[in-house]
């Protein structure tokens, strides 16, 4: 038998002025000032775009296609400038527009109708005095509006792992009983094999000469900008619905008529296929002419801060020209600079050699949901 006896004793009353007993708990630290704002964080930068300033520009683009689908493209920015650094070793260039495009892919129902690939071309034409100016001997890449950046280069969506496994396997049996004598074969064999496949959502952007009509002689350098879109295959998710691209084009003169073309060739697929070609071809689905892009205007947020008659010197940007360009979700990697020490991360993770990821949603950050 054990006894267990339990003294309610009153405790002893601290006297007053008495410290009290330390505690076993840990002391709870408090955040200091330097904690709490840090005065080293960099500052966000002003001239990124501010949602709160984001208004309906100009339409230049506009295309109705099978299912319902739409696609349109309208004029987001359009600031005046010039691009001069000491780092750079060519001549200052006086007169720089940026252009910032905003497109939309729409398409109410995109289990049977989804952008599969598209194509967007953007050149820059100049008038006719500058074309007259190229022909007659006093060539100049400066007599042509020309694109000096473009973004994005290269940008990827989540990669989507798929595992495939099969086995093979063959076997049979022969056998005679005559006695005395009794003879059996049975053969057999078998394989087996597993491999994974990676895919992601590719959007890659190039500049390249703008073909004269009138031969090769009289093409445009940097006059062309394409862009190619695919969508995931494994996934299956279609492109971005809603993404905004920028471009920086060298102008001629301050006062120079400068002609923007846009062409978009989507790839539009069906619950069974593609359209064809021809069939977006026709007269209903071609695009509708809207108003061209007048680049002796300025359009949306400005720059800051400005030079006095010049406008503001975009090679001062604070961010990547990279990080001009919007896309639903939330990018993790980018940028042309950072592609080898990205890749080589990846190439880590995943041991394959992929380029680096770029992760679009609201939330679960994979690209089915953009």
Same mark, same amino acid.
């Given at each position: 038998?054990?006894? /267990?006896?339990?003294?309610?004793?009153?405790?002893?009353?601290?006297?007053?002025?008495?410290?009290?007993?330390?505690?076993?708990?840990?002391?709870? $630290?408090?955040?200091?000032?330097?904690?709490?704002?840090?005065?080293?964080?960099?500052?966000?930068?002003?001239?990124?775009? !501010?949602?709160?300033? $984001? +208004?309906?520009?100009?339409?230049?683009?506009?295309?109705?296609?099978?299912? =319902?689908?739409?696609?349109?493209?309208?004029?987001?920015?359009?600031?005046?400038?010039?691009?001069?650094?000491?780092?750079?070793? !060519?001549? =200052? /260039?006086?007169? *720089?527009?940026?252009?910032?495009?905003?497109?939309?892919?729409? %398409?109410?129902?995109?289990?049977? &109708?989804?952008?599969?690939?598209?194509?967007?071309?953007?050149?820059?034409?100049?008038?006719?005095? %500058?074309?007259?100016?190229?022909?007659?001997?006093?060539?100049?890449?400066? !007599?042509?509006?020309?694109?000096?950046? &473009?973004?994005?280069?290269?940008?990827?969506?989540?990669? @989507?792992? #798929?595992?495939?496994?099969?086995?093979?396997?063959?076997?049979?049996?022969?056998?005679?009983?005559?006695?005395?004598?009794?003879?059996?074969?049975?053969?057999?064999?078998?394989?087996?094999?597993?491999?994974?496949?990676?895919?992601?959502?590719? +959007?890659?952007?190039?500049?390249?000469?703008?073909?004269?009509?009138?031969?090769?002689?009289? =093409?445009?350098?940097?006059?062309?900008? *394409?862009? %190619?879109?695919?969508? !995931?295959?494994?996934?299956?998710?279609? $492109?971005?619905?809603?993404?905004?691209?920028?471009?920086? +084009?060298?102008?001629?003169?301050?006062?120079?008529? /400068?002609?923007?073309?846009? #062409?978009?060739?989507?790839?539009?697929? @069906?619950?069974?296929?593609?359209?064809?070609?021809?069939?977006?071809? $026709?007269?209903?689905?071609?695009? *509708?002419?809207?108003?061209?892009?007048?680049?002796?205007?300025?359009?949306?947020?400005?720059? #800051?801060?400005?030079?006095?008659?010049?406008?503001?010197?975009?090679?001062?940007?604070?961010? @990547?020209? =990279?990080?001009?360009?919007?896309?639903?979700?939330?990018?993790?990697?980018?940028? /042309?600079?950072?592609?080898?020490?990205?890749?080589?991360?990846?190439?880590?993770?995943?041991?394959?050699?992929?380029?680096?990821? *770029?992760?679009?949603?609201?939330?679960?950050?994979?690209?089915? #949901?953009?």
């Amino acid at each position: 038998m054990a006894t /267990v006896t339990i003294d309610h004793s009153p405790a002893p009353s601290r006297p007053v002025g008495a410290a009290p007993p330390p505690s076993s708990r840990p002391p709870v $630290l408090q955040p200091s000032d330097t904690t709490k704002t840090p005065s080293n964080s960099p500052l966000p930068d002003p001239n990124l775009v !501010n949602p709160r300033l $984001l +208004i309906n520009g100009a339409c230049i683009y506009e295309r109705h296609l099978p299912g =319902d689908a739409y696609i349109t493209a309208r004029v987001q920015r359009l600031q005046h400038g010039y691009y001069s650094s000491a780092a750079v070793s !060519n001549q =200052d /260039v006086n007169h *720089v527009d940026f252009l910032g495009l905003t497109f939309v892919f729409h %398409s109410p129902n995109t289990l049977s &109708h989804r952008f599969k690939a598209a194509t967007i071309r953007a050149s820059v034409h100049g008038s006719r005095e %500058s074309s007259r100016a190229s022909s007659g001997g006093g060539r100049s890449r400066n !007599n042509n509006p020309r694109f000096l950046m &473009h973004a994005p280069h290269l940008l990827y969506g989540a990669v @989507s792992p #798929e595992t495939m496994q099969w086995n093979y396997s063959l076997s049979g049996s022969l056998g005679f009983a005559d006695l005395p004598l009794i003879a059996s074969l049975s053969p057999s064999g078998g394989m087996n094999g597993r491999y994974k496949r990676y895919e992601m959502m590719r +959007i890659q952007g190039s500049v390249r000469s703008r073909k004269s009509p009138r031969g090769r002689k009289y =093409d445009v350098e940097a006059g062309e900008v *394409v862009w %190619s879109l695919e969508e !995931n295959t494994l996934q299956r998710s279609g $492109l971005p619905r809603e993404f905004t691209f920028a471009m920086l +084009i060298q102008k001629p003169r301050a006062d120079s008529r /400068v002609h923007f073309a846009l #062409e978009v060739e989507p790839v539009l697929q @069906s619950w069974c296929c593609s359209y064809p070609g021809l069939l977006l071809g $026709l007269p209903w689905y071609k695009p *509708v002419r809207r108003g061209p892009v007048d680049f002796r205007e300025q359009v949306g947020q400005r720059f #800051e801060p400005v030079t006095q008659d010049r406008g503001f010197n975009y090679a001062a940007l604070e961010s @990547s020209f =990279d990080d001009y360009v919007q896309m639903p979700g939330r990018k993790l990697a980018a940028g /042309v600079g950072n592609l080898l020490s990205l890749s080589r991360r990846v190439q880590w993770l995943t041991k394959l050699r992929y380029p680096p990821t *770029v992760e679009y949603s609201k939330t679960t950050m994979r690209s089915d #949901e953009t």
